[in-house]
């Protein structure tokens, strides 16, 4: 079964990570995806760790896609560019507002070539603006954006979550909603048109709980480490080997919480009669339960409170939780495997269809597809 887009070809010029998973994204729901790479190449080819000489991010991030290399220095290269862009049905480039006008790859240049392009631009903060032509990166858009001034320890640095693609990942996600919006609209108009997505804008999107925050209390929230503003207790705890982390939201949890634990007479303390109480009594709440957890391991834990209704888990690494059946029953995971890098293991699709399959497939070598798409725009064989 071929995936739901299948029969749409993307053209991925992008970079990095926020365009290339987007490309991923389109890919792995069946469109055609050629990635277009300068002969330097993607700078994530080189970034750590590698396997066999290319970079397993680079590898994660370009899943699902063809590969061909062109100098968009030369001018015959951005004719070949833009004649395939003619023929594809998404466009998605993440260069600095200014640079993709002067390689004749902008929007008005490709929408005059092909009127049902839908063309994606990502930026790092918005294409107008004093920061439009400013670099960017995930961890400089978690401090520009506020993200990172709500991290971390109290009274402790600001922190960025660092080496995740946090920002970058969202954007993508949001990059693909808006391709395909603008698709589905395409089918009533006929026409394509310019989708803009920000990572500005992914940042505040996915702080719409700080911004609620800041709304109803009338001042920012500082730093909590692991622990939640709303609600109490909902954090990590330390048992005797490992964290433990506890979610009580509703008073039945409460009341569950306090007989798993042995502190039936805690759920008449006044302190903690309500949520509202027990988050203006947070520090007593936590003395009273930190000692109790740390007198059992985590997995009694995790065995006895979901019996009480309370919601938790044990805190676990990549490789703790990978070969959970949990993960590998619903193929969370998948593996590409290629001769020029080994077997690399990926995120799996996000999406389920009952009537259309997608799959992950391993990117192509860089510049591997670069002679059969030029004779295919040729008019040789494809």
């Not at 030369?74 to 003619?86: G, P, S, W």
């Not at 995120?347 to 295919?376: L, M, N, Y």
Request: charged residues 20%; glycine residues 10%; aromatic residues 8%.
């Amino acid at each position: 079964m071929a995936g739901p887009l299948s029969g749409l070809r993307v053209m991925d010029v992008s970079i990095m990570a926020a365009g290339p998973w987007t490309g991923a994204l389109l890919g792995m729901l069946g469109a055609e995806v050629i990635k277009v790479e300068p002969p330097a190449g993607d700078g994530t080819r080189w970034v750590m760790p590698t396997q066999r000489g290319l970079g397993t991010n680079f590898i994660s991030m370009n899943v699902n896609k063809q590969d061909i290399t062109l100098d968009f220095k030369n001018e015959a290269d951005r004719q070949v560019a833009r004649d395939l862009a003619a023929r594809c049905d998404v466009f998605v480039q993440n260069f600095r507002p200014g640079v993709i006008e002067r390689l004749g790859l902008d929007w008005p240049t490709l929408q005059a070539l092909n009127p049902r392009l839908v063309y994606a631009a990502i930026s790092g903060f918005g294409e107008i603006g004093p920061l439009a032509k400013a670099g960017c990166a995930d961890p400089i858009m978690q401090a520009f954006s506020g993200f990172a001034c709500s991290n971390g320890a109290p009274g402790d640095v600001v922190e960025a979550f660092r080496f995740t693609g946090f920002v970058d990942l969202t954007t993508a996600s949001i990059a693909a909603e808006g391709i395909l919006a603008a698709l589905n609209e395409r089918v009533v108009s006929g026409l394509g048109q310019k989708v803009e997505v920000s990572m500005l804008e992914a940042a505040l999107e996915i702080q719409m709980t700080r911004i609620a925050e800041l709304q109803g209390a009338g001042r920012v929230m500082i730093p909590m480490g692991h622990e939640n503003p709303a609600f109490v207790p909902d954090r990590a705890f330390r048992a005797r080997d490992r964290f433990v982390f506890v979610t009580v939201r509703r008073q039945r949890e409460w009341d569950g919480l306090c007989k798993a634990l042995g502190l039936e007479a805690a759920d008449t303390d006044p302190r903690f009669a309500s949520n509202r109480d027990r988050v203006a009594n947070r520090e007593a709440v936590s003395a009273l339960l930190e000692p109790v957890f740390a007198a059992k391991p985590a997995i009694w834990w995790l065995r006895v409170l979901p019996r009480h209704g309370v919601v938790c888990q044990i805190a676990q690494d990549f490789e703790g939780f990978r070969y959970h059946r949990q993960v590998s029953e619903n193929t969370m995971l998948a593996e590409v495997s290629r001769p020029e890098f080994g077997t690399v293991s990926v995120a799996g699709t996000p999406w389920k269809f009952s009537a259309t399959q997608c799959e992950v497939t391993p990117p192509s070598i860089p510049g591997a597809d670069t002679a059969r798409v030029r004779a295919w725009l040729a008019g040789g064989e494809a």
